[in-house]
């Protein structure tokens, strides 16, 4: 187990790559920041040159693949980090320089067990693009078949889980200093966010998930997921059908392709809400580098290694939440927000819906392009803080992806009104999902499941409560501490750690001016 000094040395020692870039200065600033972390906040930044305007995202860059990752799933969260950093973190880019190929060949041979020449006729030595976690090598296969080949970056895996084990202990010790660091949940956060990685960290996993959109996509047209080659995919190397088209990005050369971008965007955002409300199952990665259009103009993604997942009862508030915004009735969102115990139930039902009100009104019937979205996302993080709902992690790559989608979308056409584009579909699956008929049907089915599990159930509760006669139940065993065994005490002191800080701060601005640290 690590040693919470070394967690200490590691933090101090990122705090001060993020004060050279100005980004500890809005956490000093919060008054809602613990007094502990503003005093190692600046411990970190004694002795450095803070730019006036911060860069989060080259702060986060600067410190490494983890950090890049972390700091994208913070883009998400403005109400933890505050609007200026998650802003900004939304620009950082999951780029690095590539590492060289001979270690990527020793990768793929390493993972198959035999040369790359059996695998592949050919494969380019320079990647079409290097990220954190992977790069990727265009190939063509010894059948002939044009393909990317994902490789991970040699021991990505170790250093992840180094940097996760200080992320959680830091978010801990964060959340168990109570008030408004207790209610945004970081430890959850961190949580959700090791998840997302380990799925990224196994490309087997990257390539079911894919498998898996694709047949949930299958009726949607002119939307395409990559083959997988399944012969060819492991934990570490994944390869995959070779996409051909213009990245979604490069709106120019989409308009001199003869593409419909207004189309373009509409169906973007109604294959995102297929994925998300209909098949509760959704690519959460969709940003510009992810997504290209076709020559017939089909829309094929890429990268799945994030994905979200919502159950139906999830699904069914959301579309209820989206389609009462599009529509004003915001007393019956502010019903769901009770029903699905997101806002606590000694609040008011009839506050919360002209708090949802203030928020709401303002963004009905404009284009995006007239929105505020600092003035919104003000609005929106004063009601969770005055009705103390907590964050749900469960919904916070479902954000992450609106907020990808709603800025491709208006990139496409900056005209488009997101609350009209996706009313008819919601209203749609509203009314074919939670109509009369599908009640009714759902009842039957519920009904029908129950009454098949009954005999099973008695069976279960005879095997815990035999008949009287067998032997006797045990008494509880008394608790007794092994003495190689320490009790962690309940309440921590922060001298210890204070203690600890100041000696490693001392030691990181020496090495610093020694130029030891960059």
Same mark, same amino acid.
């Given at each position: 187990?690590?040693?919470?000094?070394?967690?200490?040395?590691?933090?101090? /020692?990122? !705090?001060?790559? &993020? %004060?050279?870039?100005?980004? #500890?200065? +809005?956490? @000093? *600033?919060?008054? $809602?920041?613990?007094?502990?972390?503003?005093?190692?906040?600046?411990?970190?930044?004694?002795?450095?040159?803070?730019?006036?305007?911060?860069?989060?995202?080259?702060?986060?860059?600067?410190?490494?693949?983890?950090?890049? /990752?972390? !700091?994208?799933? &913070? %883009?998400?969260?403005?109400? #933890?980090? +505050?609007? @200026? *950093?998650?802003? $900004?973190?939304?620009?950082?880019?999951?780029?690095?320089?590539?590492?060289?190929?001979?270690?990527?060949?020793?990768?793929?041979?390493?993972?198959?067990?035999?040369?790359?020449?059996?695998?592949?006729?050919?494969?380019?030595?320079?990647?079409?693009?290097? %990220?954190?976690?992977?790069?990727?090598?265009?190939?063509?296969?010894?059948?002939?078949?044009?393909?990317?080949?994902?490789?991970?970056?040699?021991?990505?895996?170790?250093?992840?889980?180094?940097?996760?084990?200080?992320?959680?202990?830091?978010?801990?010790?964060?959340?168990?200093?109570?008030?408004?660091?207790?209610?945004?949940?970081?430890?959850?956060?961190?949580?959700?966010?090791?998840?997302?990685?380990?799925?990224?960290?196994?490309?087997?996993?990257?390539?079911?998930?894919?498998?898996?959109?694709?047949?949930?996509?299958?009726?949607?047209?002119?939307?395409?997921?990559?083959?997988?080659?399944?012969?060819?995919?492991?934990?570490?190397?994944?390869?995959?059908?070779?996409?051909?088209?213009?990245?979604?990005?490069?709106?120019?050369?989409?308009?001199?392709?003869?593409?419909?971008?207004?189309?373009?965007?509409?169906?973007?955002?109604?294959?995102?809400?297929?994925?998300?409300?209909?098949?509760?199952?959704?690519?959460?990665?969709?940003?510009?580098?992810?997504?290209?259009?076709?020559?017939?103009?089909?829309?094929?993604?890429?990268?799945?290694?994030?994905?979200?997942?919502?159950?139906?009862?999830?699904?069914?508030?959301?579309?209820?939440?989206?389609?009462?915004?599009?529509?004003?009735?915001?007393?019956?969102?502010?019903?769901?927000?009770?029903?699905?115990?997101?806002?606590?139930?000694?609040?008011?039902?009839?506050?919360?819906?002209?708090?949802?009100?203030?928020?709401?009104?303002?963004?009905?019937?404009?284009?995006?392009?007239?929105?505020?979205?600092?003035?919104?996302?003000?609005?929106?993080?004063?009601?969770?803080?005055?009705?103390?709902?907590?964050?749900?992690?469960?919904?916070?790559?479902?954000?992450?992806?609106?907020?990808?989608?709603?800025?491709?979308?208006?990139?496409?056409?900056?005209?488009?009104?997101?609350?009209?584009?996706?009313?008819?579909?919601?209203?749609?699956?509203?009314?074919?999902?939670?109509?009369?008929?599908?009640?009714?049907?759902?009842?039957?089915?519920?009904?029908?499941?129950?009454?098949?599990?009954?005999?099973?159930?008695?069976?279960?509760?005879?095997?815990?409560?035999?008949?009287?006669?067998?032997?006797?139940?045990?008494?509880?065993?008394?608790?007794?501490?092994?003495?190689?065994?320490?009790?962690?005490?309940?309440?921590?002191?922060?001298?210890?750690?204070?203690?600890?800080?100041?000696?490693?701060?001392?030691?990181?601005?020496?090495?610093?001016?020694?130029?030891?640290?960059?």
């Amino acid at each position: 187990m690590t040693r919470p000094a070394t967690h200490i040395w590691r933090l101090l /020692k990122w !705090g001060r790559t &993020l %004060a050279k870039h100005g980004a #500890l200065r +809005g956490i @000093e *600033a919060d008054p $809602n920041t613990p007094r502990p972390v503003k005093r190692l906040a600046r411990i970190a930044r004694f002795g450095t040159f803070q730019p006036k305007t911060p860069d989060y995202a080259s702060a986060f860059r600067a410190i490494g693949p983890a950090a890049i /990752k972390l !700091g994208q799933s &913070l %883009a998400t969260r403005p109400d #933890l980090v +505050g609007e @200026e *950093a998650a802003l $900004n973190l939304l620009s950082l880019q999951d780029d690095l320089p590539p590492v060289g190929f001979d270690e990527i060949r020793a990768v793929i041979e390493g993972s198959f067990g035999q040369p790359v020449d059996r695998l592949f006729a050919s494969i380019d030595p320079d990647p079409v693009g290097a %990220a954190s976690i992977a790069q990727v090598h265009r190939a063509v296969t010894t059948d002939g078949k044009d393909v990317a080949v994902k490789v991970l970056r040699p021991g990505i895996r170790e250093k992840f889980e180094r940097d996760l084990q200080t992320y959680h202990w830091a978010a801990a010790h964060l959340e168990a200093m109570g008030g408004e660091a207790e209610r945004l949940r970081p430890r959850l956060t961190i949580a959700n966010f090791e998840r997302w990685t380990n799925r990224e960290l196994d490309l087997r996993r990257e390539a079911a998930s894919a498998s898996e959109l694709a047949e949930g996509m299958r009726a949607v047209e002119k939307y395409e997921i990559p083959e997988i080659d399944w012969d060819r995919t492991n934990g570490r190397v994944m390869t995959v059908a070779w996409v051909d088209g213009i990245k979604i990005s490069k709106r120019d050369e989409l308009i001199a392709a003869g593409h419909d971008l207004p189309e373009l965007a509409n169906r973007l955002v109604l294959a995102f809400l297929n994925q998300a409300i209909s098949g509760g199952f959704f690519h959460a990665d969709m940003h510009q580098g992810n997504l290209f259009v076709k020559a017939d103009g089909t829309i094929a993604a890429i990268d799945f290694g994030i994905m979200g997942r919502i159950n139906r009862q999830a699904r069914a508030w959301l579309a209820e939440i989206l389609y009462g915004l599009t529509t004003g009735n915001y007393q019956r969102v502010a019903e769901i927000h009770f029903e699905a115990q997101y806002v606590p139930s000694y609040h008011d039902v009839g506050e919360f819906a002209t708090a949802l009100r203030a928020v709401g009104e303002p963004m009905r019937g404009k284009p995006v392009s007239e929105l505020s979205v600092g003035q919104m996302l003000d609005g929106l993080f004063a009601i969770t803080r005055d009705f103390d709902m907590q964050t749900q992690p469960h919904l916070l790559l479902l954000q992450k992806t609106m907020v990808m989608v709603e800025g491709i979308a208006t990139q496409l056409n900056p005209e488009i009104n997101m609350w009209d584009t996706s009313a008819p579909y919601v209203r749609s699956w509203i009314r074919d999902e939670l109509g009369p008929e599908a009640a009714i049907a759902d009842r039957i089915k519920e009904d029908t499941d129950t009454f098949l599990r009954l005999p099973a159930l008695i069976r279960r509760i005879e095997d815990r409560f035999p008949p009287k006669g067998g032997a006797p139940e045990q008494a509880p065993l008394p608790d007794v501490p092994l003495m190689w065994e320490k009790r962690v005490p309940k309440r921590r002191s922060w001298l210890g750690y204070a203690f600890a800080a100041a000696a490693g701060a001392g030691a990181i601005i020496g090495a610093s001016w020694m130029g030891w640290i960059g």
